[in-house]
């Protein structure tokens, strides 16, 4: 057992929470610490957030291997939590004899402090605080805690001039502003940041100080943390302190468990972070085919928006209605619609044997949320990990359906004109488009979660309108395979016959 599997226990999982205490395992570690690239002969480490050590001790391994060129060791650490410093201190003591036997000279503060809280008031020259100190290697397994905007934390990271929500972007941050220039960091954290909207600050300031070198992602949202049973999508990175990007960042991934295969590969660093992106989204290709969607759908004309469409969330919040709504059709009734009715490639209605209402009474109270019958898209919102795709678009068709009010609940997504129905072909283009393998692995890459909402599908580019229509007019069944689906797009996209 760690030493840090062994305080996991002693600390308690609420406790863990309340400080964002996820410890890293010593393969992680390893890992992590493997990604700098020549390591200054003498170190300034910081550890923020350092827990029981398990990331210094894991530099200093790295940095005790031969010809690693490390002559001095200083490690600063900060650690909030009393209960974990011993555990700290014994780690700090076990890295300096090591270093001992190799020659090397190591010295170590333990700070038992705020790092957001001192780190910002010393980088803000506040009157109470010393000069900032300067740092050559960062490596880092930030707490992850939303911060609200009123908090003491977001009022110090505002004092140096960093928006942020979370307390990882925020250590992130104060992090990058105490290296010196070709300083390196390295970092687990979530992949949030990559696209969250909340994060475009953040992003915006961590590619201006920073130099992207390499991104790490586990194929299991489990992996990195799995004695911890977190539940998170986690990126690894390196940077180096700079302003110039460089030319290719490498890829890597692994399954997460110890020893497992690594496959990397490089990308230019205008496949990750489009150049005329205004959000600056860090896109993480996963492998090849992955990469390829980015690329090609980044090749793609138009938007929704300029498609003359919207795609917006089924308006009826079934909790909020419960009155209105029934199990079965009935008089003074219009068909209520839940991603459930999928039905293949389109609509199975009434679905009796579910535990969803099928139907939803048209009234004075219901009508504002219910839509004008007609030809829509709809796409499921959530899908379970299970399912073959993140994107699921099925054909509502009024000819199966007869009604003239509709009701989408709000677990799915309808494209739409003006709030009215689409016009056949072009709803039948973008049923193929969005089911297409190319836009699922677009998806995949994109974003962390099996979530798609109305934004994501606001911000995917689209075909220009005859392609789209004719992709529409090619397509023979709303069942089709998805190697037909795919075939249909490869032809009218990229002219393969
Ligand atoms: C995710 S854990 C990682 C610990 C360690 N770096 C590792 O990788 O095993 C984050 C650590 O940051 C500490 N922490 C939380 N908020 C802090 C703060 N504001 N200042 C310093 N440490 C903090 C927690 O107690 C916890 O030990």
Request: aromatic residues 10%; proline residues 5%.
């Amino acid at each position: 057992m760690y030493l840090s599997e062994i305080t996991t226990e002693l600390l308690g999982r609420e406790r863990q929470e309340a400080l964002g205490q996820f410890l890293t395992p010593s393969p992680v570690g390893d890992f992590m610490a493997s990604l700098f690239s020549t390591l200054p002969h003498n170190v300034r480490l910081i550890d923020a957030g350092a827990g029981t050590g398990a990331l210094t001790a894991a530099f200093v391994r790295r940095a005790c291997a031969k010809d690693s060129g490390v002559k001095s060791i200083y490690a600063t650490t900060y650690e909030l939590d009393t209960k974990i410093l011993s555990a700290l201190r014994v780690t700090l003591a076990e890295c300096e004899s090591l270093c001992s036997e190799r020659g090397i000279s190591f010295k170590a503060e333990v700070h038992h402090a705020d790092f957001i809280e001192t780190m910002a008031g010393k980088l803000s020259g506040d009157l109470f605080s010393s000069a900032a100190p300067s740092f050559n290697i960062a490596i880092a397994n930030p707490p992850y805690k939303k911060i609200n905007t009123a908090s003491p934390e977001r009022r110090a990271l505002r004092s140096v001039g960093l928006e942020t929500s979370n307390l990882y972007t925020g250590f992130v941050g104060l992090l990058t502003r105490l290296l010196e220039d070709g300083g390196q960091l390295v970092a687990i954290t979530p992949r949030s940041f990559c696209n969250g909207p909340y994060f475009r600050p953040f992003r915006e300031d961590f590619l201006n100080l920073m130099e992207l070198q390499h991104l790490h992602v586990f194929e299991s949202r489990d992996a990195a943390f799995r004695d911890d049973a977190v539940l998170q999508e986690n990126v690894i990175f390196h940077a180096t302190k700079g302003k110039t990007q460089p030319p290719i960042v490498t890829v890597s991934s692994s399954s997460g468990d110890a020893g497992a295969s690594i496959t990397a590969k490089g990308f230019h660093f205008a496949e990750i972070v489009y150049p005329n992106d205004v959000e600056r989204f860090i896109h993480i290709p996963a492998d090849t085919g992955h990469a390829s969607a980015t690329a090609r759908l980044s090749d793609l004309p138009d938007s929704l928006a300029s498609l003359g469409l919207t795609v917006s969330t089924g308006r009826v919040v079934d909790f909020r209605l419960k009155n209105a709504l029934r199990p079965t059709p009935g008089p003074g009734t219009v068909p209520l619609l839940y991603p459930c009715h999928f039905n293949g490639g389109t609509v199975h209605w009434p679905k009796l044997e579910a535990r969803k209402p099928n139907a939803i009474l048209d009234n004075a109270e219901t009508r504002p949320w219910l839509v004008p019958s007609g030809l829509y898209l709809l796409t499921k919102r959530f899908t379970s990990k299970e399912e073959r795709r993140r994107l699921v678009a099925c054909l509502f068709d009024p000819a199966d359906v007869k009604a003239e009010w509709l009701g989408f609940e709000n677990h799915l997504n309808y494209f739409h004109t003006d709030g009215k129905g689409l016009e056949r072909k072009l709803a039948l283009g973008l049923f193929v488009y969005l089911n297409s393998t190319l836009v699922d692995q677009y998806f995949r890459c994109f974003s962390g979660h099996t979530q798609v909402n109305a934004t994501d599908l606001r911000r995917l580019a689209y075909p220009d309108r005859a392609t789209l229509e004719a992709m529409g007019n090619a397509l023979k069944r709303t069942d089709a395979s998805q190697d037909e689906l795919d075939q249909l797009v490869e032809n009218h996209l990229y002219g393969l016959q």
